[in-house]
């Protein structure tokens, strides 16, 4: 059966409940002045007042955490957390532990949110307690020098609403954009927040862990405006993040064949771990040129150069037909469920 409707709806807040937040969002940064004004007023804003904004400082060396103080002083809700450059992985499980609300929103320093997204995700966690992380869709921005342009089409980066589709898709993809993410406190704390091992893709790990003990959705409103930049950690370090996608697929697979996870405390992910559980160094240099070559496409797209986007979509389809063919097939499905009306689904519908 569908989710329960849900009542985005607020009042304004007593100054007792604003002590107490219900939504605690973390925030690591790293040298990221030149967006974090506009991230924090995007939270500020947001129509849902139970918050609390814990900007974690990882060492920056610009005037990032001067403008945090700023905004903190005319906002008591913006705390800004201090503690050296612990690197982005600690800084999440450190926000963990202060946090003081039920749920955790993630949110980057670069992106910004839409004034109702805490509003419609808290309300969606009430409406179905069987539901431990929420996502949305995002508005994909993209922001040059001369001016900030909205990338098209948007529909091929959106992902699957309903937890049986997110599973379905995840041994493939990354079904759930991080910074959208809202999770039960709780839930995450279990589960023993995100794992160091996993310098890149800590998310996709998190999300593979956490679908075998709660179940995952995604609204289908647009709920952040997404910044696509070269300096995305992903896209700097495309073999590491292989390699650690690699892994988290791995460790998924072990533990449904019911074995010991192999990421145990002070592994380190690199070509040399990962071939001692099995991948080939020819199939990770396949695999590296592959998502290269995917990558150089979405830039393209991105962008607006459709003639070179098509070109790099056609090189695409030419090596890997099915992977394509896959691909399009269920970002049309996810499309036609968005705009037809169907919201998430629990498990069990």
Not at 237 to 259: I, L, S
Not at 331 to 342: L, M
């Amino acid at each position: 059966m569908p989710t329960a409707p849900v009542d985005t709806t607020t009042s304004p807040p007593k100054s007792a409940e604003l002590e107490t937040p219900r939504v605690s969002v973390v925030m690591p940064f790293r040298n990221a002045g030149k967006f974090l004004a506009e991230a924090l007023a995007s939270l500020t804003a947001q129509t849902y007042p139970r918050l609390e904004i814990l900007a974690i400082d990882d060492g920056s060396d610009d005037d990032g955490p001067a403008i945090v103080s700023a905004a903190a002083a005319r906002d008591p809700r913006i705390v800004l957390v201090r503690e050296g450059r612990r690197g982005f992985v600690p800084s999440l499980n450190r926000g963990i532990e202060l946090a003081r609300g039920e749920f955790i929103a993630r949110m980057d320093a670069d992106d910004i949110c839409m004034p109702d997204r805490f509003a419609k995700q808290v309300a969606f966690l009430d409406a179905n307690p069987s539901v431990g992380v929420v996502g949305g869709q995002i508005v994909p921005i993209i922001e040059s020098a001369e001016a900030r342009r909205v990338a098209r089409p948007q529909w091929w980066l959106e992902t699957p609403l309903a937890h049986d589709d997110i599973v379905r898709s995840l041994p493939t993809r990354n079904s759930i954009y991080h910074p959208t993410a809202m999770l039960r406190r709780d839930v995450v704390v279990a589960a023993k927040g995100y794992r160091p091992a996993f310098v890149v893709v800590q998310d996709y790990d998190l999300w593979l862990r956490l679908a075998e003990r709660t179940q995952l959705a995604n609204l289908p409103d647009r709920v952040l405006q997404y910044r696509f930049h070269v300096e995305q950690a992903t896209q700097k370090n495309v073999e590491q993040a292989y390699f650690c996608t690699w892994a988290a697929r791995h460790a998924a697979r072990e533990r449904r064949a019911g074995r010991a996870d192999p990421i145990i405390e002070g592994i380190a992910i690199d070509r040399a771990q990962v071939s001692s559980w099995g991948l080939s160094g020819d199939e990770a240099d396949d695999q590296i040129s592959w998502i290269r070559a995917t990558q150089r496409a979405r830039t393209h797209l991105l962008a607006g150069r459709r003639v070179r986007a098509l070109g790099a979509i056609i090189g695409l389809f030419l090596r890997r037909p099915a992977t394509v063919l896959r691909r399009v097939g269920l970002a049309v499905r996810t499309r036609a469920r968005r705009h037809g009306g169907a919201g998430p689904r629990t498990a069990s519908a």
